[in-house]
């Protein structure tokens, strides 16, 4: 009986590579990288949703006017709905994206959330209104030059919410 198991075990390990079907990691790339496209342009994305999500969480103890703590509530919502839309998007491809905000956002964050009041109010807009405009700039090359269909449907769905962040936070910044 025990030997049985044993070829079985050995069958199983020998053939299961053989059938398994390869999964790519794609690797998160500099958040300040020109003209990612399609995959590449899918872990960016997820590397810059997660950064606004860490940058809208410092709001709510750190601001000091509402109207920045409701809109960073809001933009985390988006974020987080963007998220899950990439998620969706990448989901039956043979991809894996890292989750998380890498180390160089997570640095800036750290010192981002060490200002209160107005000057914490002003690099968290700084931040957003220059991280959304790079944003904008890496989903409008996606449409234009992405060879994936469904890579350029998400770019084009995010676009309309990053767009609306960017002229809030543009409107608080003045």
Avoid: W
Wanted: glycine share 2%.
């Amino acid at each position: 009986m025990m030997i049985r198991i044993l070829i079985a075990l050995a069958a199983l390990y020998f053939a299961v590579p053989a059938y398994a079907e390869e999964t790519k990691a794609v690797e998160r790339r500099d958040f300040d990288k020109k003209n990612p496209l399609d995959n590449e342009f899918l872990a960016v994305a997820a590397e810059c949703c997660n950064c606004q999500c860490s940058m809208a969480e410092l709001v709510e103890k750190r601001a000091s006017r509402q109207e920045v703590k409701d809109f960073a509530k809001k933009m985390d919502e988006d974020h987080k709905a963007i998220l899950k839309d990439l998620a969706a998007t990448i989901k039956d491809r043979k991809i894996a994206i890292v989750v998380g905000t890498s180390k160089k956002d997570k640095e800036r964050c750290k010192e981002v959330g060490k200002l209160e009041g107005k000057e914490f109010e002003e690099a968290f807009l700084k931040n957003v209104v220059t991280d959304h405009e790079k944003v904008i700039a890496m989903c409008e090359n996606q449409i234009k030059n992405g060879k994936d269909e469904r890579v350029t449907e998400f770019a084009t769905a995010a676009l309309k919410k990053l767009r609306e962040h960017l002229k809030e936070a543009k409107k608080l910044q003045s």
